[in-house]
């Protein structure tokens, strides 16, 4: 991995990673603030955090006394939620100040994580303790999202430590239930404690640091995401007793839907965004891909471009919306005929798409099999956060600083971040990070799931200069 580190603690962070990477022990002692950070990491993964059966409050609560302990005063520290086990914590460094003082930055983690069982998983690994391995942090949450939030917290004791301050006020907010969870803490601070994350922008996780073979290739800078949509095609049917079958079964009608439908692209649809992403991702890909990326921008409609782009599951969500099977349901006695068959249908919309007409698209891939498609939501779409020079350049030169001269893609997530509430109140949100992950090994929400030592360090160095760059003489509003 090429590295340009100008700083004695990173050259320190090099020489231990590089150790680590190995698998083998490092040759030199962790410095100070990447032993913080470590800990901190280490402790939010213990904590049991699932969204669906566990809470956030232990682990705020935990962060807080990390804070005081640091000598942040009571006033600048925030611990609540709408429900006794779901809180979120929020804390705040003091810029310098005064009535031209510009707004805050803020940056985000979330703290809940996605359920893991210990048998799921490599029987030397358990989702709740924090293993390290073979040039590997494991356990669930190690990236996504307790890597951020474990930094995100370590920088902003460190910058205390340091007595910096900046032009701005720096927040840091690791909130609950960005998982699908019913107490969402971003929705519940906007809509109960504004004051305490109002900020000029907003830095979250959604951009990934993108590597292969151990050389990085890109680091995103994620402006805006996909829009969830969920469906229900169902089939009826008279029923009837199962020792009397008929050709006409719910169960079979649906099947034979559900054939078709996985035959069935949406129509390929690009935005800014993702327009520049496939531009500049074009540069770091192999010269067929690239050359597919460079003729759909040109013409979005050049069916070999989209042939070889969709080849890679990735890509092919990049460039349009995508709807899947994700759960099946049918029948209700073993000695019946079943009178009623359901798929659920989980849907990614491009950020302009409107449910109606997705909804349509759905039918017309049932076509001609008598099931029932649910009704479409209600249109939600919100314009990406702008990328101008004054974001995109600090993004642009720490990249340089760490990894050489990468480029720095505009992205589109695919998946859902609590970034999207803050774009509908106005706050620009972007998704960055810095952590380099293999794009072939992708484990968040999954078995082992592991970020690389050297790269969670390497993370910590980048949101730590970036967070000094956009907080000291920075045009932004």
């Given amino acids: 991995m090429h590295l340009r580190i100008v700083s004695t603690a990173a050259t320190l962070a090099t020489l231990m990673v590089t150790a680590l990477a190995s698998g083998q022990s490092p040759t030199t002692a962790l410095a100070p603030h990447q032993q913080l950070a470590k800990d901190i990491y280490k402790e939010l993964v213990e ?87 073979d040039g590997f942090y494991y356990g669930r949450g190690t990236a996504d999202d307790k890597a951020m939030a474990a930094i995100f917290v370590a920088n902003l004791i460190r910058l205390k430590k340091d007595n910096y301050v900046g032009d701005r006020d720096i927040i840091v907010a690791l909130t609950a239930d960005e998982e699908g969870g019913q107490y969402n803490g971003v929705r519940w601070l906007l809509q109960n404690h504004k004051a305490l994350v109002d900020a000029a922008f907003v830095i979250n996780e959604g ?57 069935y692209n949406f129509p390929v649809k690009l935005n800014v965004v993702t327009r520049t992403f496939f531009e500049r991702t074009a540069a770091v890909e192999t010269r067929e891909l690239g050359a597919a990326m460079r003729a759909l921008v040109k013409n979005e409609g050049d069916q070999a471009a989209i042939a070889t782009i969709a080849k890679d599951p990735r890509y092919n969500s990049m460039m349009r919306t995508t709807c899947v099977a994700t759960g099946l349901t049918g029948g209700h006695a073993a000695n019946a005929l079943p009178q009623t068959a359901e798929v659920r249908i989980n849907c990614r919309m491009v950020p302009d798409a409107d449910p109606a007409e997705v909804r349509a698209q759905i039918e017309k891939a049932f076509a001609d099999t008598g099931l029932e ?79 690389l030592i050297k790269a969670f360090y390497d993370g910590q160095e980048f949101l730590y200069r970036l967070t000094k760059l956009l907080t000291t003489n920075r045009p932004i509003p």
């Fill in 47 to 133: 904590y049991n955090t699932s969204v669906t059966t566990a809470g956030t409050t232990d682990a705020s609560v935990a962060m807080a006394k990390r804070f005081r302990d640091a000598g942040f005063p009571e006033q600048d520290i925030f611990v609540g939620g709408p429900v006794p086990h779901k809180h979120n914590i929020v804390v705040r460094l003091r810029g310098r100040g005064g009535a031209n003082a510009p707004k805050p930055a803020l940056l985000l983690a979330h703290i809940d994580v996605v359920e893991a069982l210990k048998a799921d998983w490599s029987p030397d690994l358990d989702p709740f303790k924090f293993i390290e391995k």
């Fill in 373 to 451: 498609v649910s009704r479409a939501g209600t249109r939600n779409y919100v314009e990406p956060s702008s990328i101008g020079p004054e974001m995109l350049g600090p993004v642009e030169q720490v990249t340089r600083e760490l990894y050489g001269s990468i480029p720095v893609i505009p992205a589109m997530s695919t998946g859902a971040t609590d970034s999207q509430p803050f774009r509908v109140a106005g706050i620009p949100a972007y998704g960055v990070s810095g952590i380099m992950s293999d794009v072939d090994d992708i484990r968040a929400h999954g078995k082992d799931e592991r970020v």
């Fill in 207 to 263: 951009g990934r640091g993108a590597m292969k073979q151990d050389k990085p290739l890109f680091n995103e800078l994620q402006a805006t995401q996909k829009n969830v949509a969920n469906f229900t095609v169902t089939a009826k049917n008279r029923g009837g007793h199962s020792s009397v079958p008929r050709p006409d079964n719910a169960i079979y009608q649906l099947s034979e839907g559900i054939a078709r439908f996985a035959k």
